[in-house]
């Protein structure tokens, strides 16, 4: 009997020692000797930090659509980096993969602000926070907003709480890492800016806008270097932007051209069965009713004395180019008709990707658009 518990011992000390081994990682080196070793090495190897010692102001547009699904545009993101601070104006779906994609270091995302609370602006933030968070992030991600961003925050971390309990189990993460932390603030509602930001020389400042009948809404100032950059939110013709773009180097501006949109209804009113015709049409129609028509753009750039205007939000979706009957079609061409008659400085039509550059004053130049982040 004696034996026979020795002989269970042994074995299970053995069927232990088994196992351990099986899990233990081989510390060999190994070098890159195959291709997918220099791709593997290039994956994570590729992430420019050095953009954040740059000494002007990086515009990376990481998501210049609207709700609806556009082929070259995703919901709404702008980055801003600038003085080593790296921040975010909204965070619509797939932002996080654009601003990856382009190399840039996602972990580093000091900020987020929010311009108002409709889904293409926020569907983003849960995987902004999250996935930063499962790759080491070593700072909390801070989440600016109006009044109901804590209810949002709070909102996405409740999402979240399953994903931390299983994670933080598996490794050292800290959990207090993996929710965003809420700033709100208030607003005059004459659109005075008020500030709400201002590290390492870079001030953001929130200002009333316009967006119809959505009550909490801003566009937001930053200024750096002695330049300006303005972003205005989703907004109708309102004179708090005018107001707040004068002077601005690089103007930002949501723009729907109405004569587009007002066809695609039309076209969904006369050519699709009911329910499904009228109900798109009256779906365009109410959500343009909300926005603001190109050639209103032109005015506020020309009233402001905006430096260069990138037209974003874009409303109704426009392809890159269209082929019909053996030609190529640039609706971009359509889109911005007629603004270079009352607003004579650049006009960019906006798509995820591109990015501009601010150097700082006294120069006065803005690099762009540029396929990725420009360069200093
Ligand atoms: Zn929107
Ligand atoms: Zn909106």
């Known amino acids: 009997m004696k034996n026979v518990k020795m002989i269970i011992r042994i074995l299970a000390l053995m069927a232990v020692i088994h196992a351990a081994s099986a899990f233990t990682v081989r510390a060999e080196p190994c070098y890159p000797t195959t291709p997918f070793d220099v791709y593997a090495m290039q994956y994570f190897t590729r992430i ?49 993969k654009t601003l990856d994609k382009l190399n840039l270091p996602i972990n580093r995302i000091d900020a987020v602000f929010i311009t108002h609370y409709h889904s293409d602006h926020t569907n983003g933030l849960g995987h902004l926070i999250s996935h930063t968070w499962a790759n080491h992030r070593q700072q909390p991600i801070r989440v600016y907003g109006p009044k109901g961003i804590k209810k949002l925050t709070k909102g996405f971390a409740k999402a979240a709480k399953l994903d931390i309990d299983i994670r933080k189990n598996f490794e050292a993460f800290d959990s207090n890492l993996a929710i965003g932390v809420p700033h709100e603030f208030k607003y005059p509602k004459d659109g005075t800016p008020v500030e709400i930001f201002n590290e390492n020389g870079v001030v953001v400042k929130a200002f009333k806008n316009d967006h119809y009948d959505v009550e909490i809404s801003v566009g937001y100032r930053i200024e750096f270097a002695g330049r300006l950059v303005v972003i205005s939110g989703d907004t109708m013709y309102a004179d708090s932007v005018v107001q707040n773009a004068t002077g601005a180097d690089l103007l930002i501006h949501e723009a729907t051209n109405m004569r587009m949109a007002e066809r695609t209804a039309c076209l969904a009113e006369t050519n699709i069965p009911a329910p499904h015709g009228p109900g798109l049409a009256s779906r365009i129609r109410r959500a343009i009713s909300h926005h603001i028509d190109t050639l209103e753009v032109a005015e506020v750039a020309a009233q402001a004395g905006a430096g260069k205007l990138v037209l974003n939000h874009i409303i109704p979706p ?34 995820d990707g591109a990015s501009f550059y601010l150097p700082p004053a006294p120069e006065n130049t803005v690099s762009g658009p540029c396929e990725g982040p420009c360069a200093p």
């Open 318 to 351: 426009i392809p890159e180019t269209f082929s019909f009957m053996g030609g190529e079609f640039d609706f971009t061409v359509d889109f911005i008709e007629g603004m270079d008659a009352i607003y004579t400085g650049d006009i960019h039509v906006a798509k």
């Open 48 to 96: 420019n930090t050095d953009i954040l010692t740059d000494p002007g102001i990086h515009v990376i547009l990481a998501g210049t659509g609207m709700p609806w699904f556009d082929p070259i545009r995703n919901p709404q993101c702008i980055g801003v980096i600038a003085g080593g601070k790296f921040l975010l104006f909204d965070v619509g779906d797939s932002a996080l």
